[in-house]
């Protein structure tokens, strides 16, 4: 099994172009009492069809689809790995990222100041992660264990040359010059990472 972590189709198409590499996220109804972390390092990007995600970003198409449905046949195409998250609690310095993602001003400041779950009002978690291509792409089908406002889910996945043959998104030179960015944002020290 492998780890999945879902997020709209059009931030999923964001990261697989390289036009976003950072994930910004408050959690899903269902994270539990803990609330939502990025618990994991390694895992696939699953596309999700929430109907109103093109109102929510400022770049980028996406057409309304319905939800996937038990029996639905889909495909995983790109893999991230953090290098870093992090929970930002200076409204600022998530301002200071708009270059960096597709999201709306209005949709971040309605997840920062949201307040439930085990999450507090004035955070937002966020995660640099390197997107790579996967080669091939994991054909699955949707069944009802993928369901639900959660954001980590357990995918089929033992074909260890699928990561091996995959390709990074962005070149070397590029993606070291947005992780110094990011991490200057953020106020990482990154000397030890």
Same mark, same amino acid.
């Given at each position: 099994m492998s780890i999945? /972590?879902?997020?709209?189709?059009? *931030?999923?198409d964001a990261l697989a172009s390289g036009r976003q590499s950072i994930l910004l996220r408050k959690g899903g *109804?269902?994270? %539990?009492?803990? %609330?939502f972390s990025f618990a994991h390092q390694s895992f696939h990007l699953f596309p999700t069809k929430f109907h109103a995600q093109a109102d929510q970003v400022r770049e980028g198409h996406y057409t309304p689809e319905k939800e996937w449905q038990v029996g639905d046949r889909f495909e995983i195409t790109h893999h991230a790995?953090?290098? /870093?998250a992090v929970t930002l609690t200076d409204w600022a310095r998530v301002e200071a990222l708009q270059p960096y993602h597709i999201y709306t001003e209005q949709t971040l400041r309605e997840r920062f100041d949201w307040e439930g779950k085990g999450m507090a009002s004035g955070s937002i978690h966020l995660a640099l992660v390197r997107v790579s291509a996967l080669n091939p792409p994991l054909e699955l089908i949707y069944d009802n264990g993928l369901g639900g406002c959660r954001s980590w889910v357990e995918i089929p996945d033992d074909d260890l040359e699928r990561l091996e043959n995959a390709e990074n998104v962005l070149g070397q030179d590029r993606f070291s010059t947005l992780f110094e960015r990011i991490s200057g944002i953020v106020g990482l020290d990154v000397s030890h990472l």
């Open positions: 999945a /972590f879902k997020e709209w189709q059009v *931030i999923c *109804i269902h994270e %539990g009492r803990e %609330g790995e953090a290098l /870093f």
